[in-house]
């Protein structure tokens, strides 16, 4: 194996390890020190089998990420109090429109990224994602309105490395 991939490998590991902890609950000695076997054992046969590289562990976007979920989960929450508020309202005053605007993002990292942030967004479904053009489902036409150069779309630029 090269050295490039069994650093690719070890990199792999402690993500492996930590969602396999928080998907496991449990954190018994043996059953930790399997989770721990089980994540090396798999970035191992990942990097021989040649399915490790660095487009899949962009570990230079990590300080980006930990300031943008913080952000994210506020404009989840925020969205799903609208959206929780427009089902309750007797009016129902819903407007949807499906909107289609160029995302600032250059790399394929940053467009996912982007499009994941609007689906998990309450009120939006991200329904086509491509460097030219998004196309954007929204519940009301101010949700729609607002995507183009959004916070959201300036964020995620600056979490893929742009100023």
Do not use: C
Not at 24 to 35: A, D, E, I, K
Not at 64 to 81: D, F, I, R, T
Not at 115 to 142: D, K, Q, W
């Amino acid at each position: 194996m090269k050295p490039r991939a069994l650093l690719e490998a070890a990199g792999l590991v402690p993500a492996l390890f930590t969602f396999w902890l928080a998907m496991s609950g449990f954190f018994t000695p043996f059953l930790v020190l399997s989770g721990l076997a089980a994540s090396i054992a798999v970035a191992v046969l990942a990097a021989r089998m040649q399915l490790s590289d660095r487009e899949g562990q962009p570990w230079r976007f990590t300080p980006a990420v930990v300031a943008y979920w913080p952000w994210l989960l506020k404009e989840m929450l925020v969205s799903g109090w609208r959206v929780a508020r427009i089902i309750v309202d007797p009016r129902l005053p819903v407007s949807p429109v499906m909107e289609r605007f160029r995302p600032l993002q250059e790399t394929t990292v940053g467009i996912a990224t982007h499009a994941n942030s609007i689906t998990l967004t309450p009120g939006t479904i991200a329904v086509s994602a491509a460097r030219e053009e998004f196309v954007v489902h929204a519940l009301t036409r101010e949700a729609g309105g607002g995507l183009a150069g959004s916070a959201m779309d300036r964020r995620v630029s600056r979490l893929e490395g742009a100023r």
